[in-house]
């Protein structure tokens, strides 16, 4: 069992920088595939970015692409999604997330197993 935990968010202007923080708990976490998603009011759920068990891979959704970049530090077991350049349309709830079953990144959340409780983006026009 996987227990995730996100910090990080807050309200920050548009053009602004946040780091968000997810910290695993389990002792099979350093094999687990880990992701990003993000739920807006009234949308669905979306994939953010998502990294490899070893921190070789990753993916980024195109909207996100060049602006986010998604890490670990498997020695300090966190995960980490630092955002830049903000937009108002980043708002957000963000939840991390882990696949028990793949190394590899993926971005469907039908494919990751235990999810954080959100931590809350707000960017400010």
């Known amino acids: 069992q996987v227990q995730l935990v996100e910090s990080g968010g807050g309200l920050v202007q548009a053009g602004g920088s946040l780091r968000l923080s997810c910290a695993p708990s389990?002792?099979?976490?350093?094999?687990?595939?880990m992701g990003w998603f993000r739920q807006a009011p009234g949308k669905e759920r979306e994939f953010v970015a998502a990294i490899g068990s070893a921190g070789g891979s990753t993916k980024y959704a195109e909207s996100v692409q060049g602006r986010f970049r998604i890490s670990r530090d498997n020695a300090k077991t966190m995960v980490y999604l630092q955002m830049t350049s903000l937009k108002p349309e980043d708002t957000a709830v963000y939840y991390c997330?882990?696949?028990?079953?793949?190394?590899?990144?993926?971005?469907?959340?039908?494919?990751?197993?235990?999810w954080g409780q959100g931590t809350q983006v707000t960017v400010s026009a």
């Open positions: 997330a882990a696949d028990r079953d793949s190394w590899l990144p993926g971005a469907k959340a039908d494919d990751y197993d235990y």
């Open positions: 389990g002792h099979s976490y350093s094999f687990y595939a």
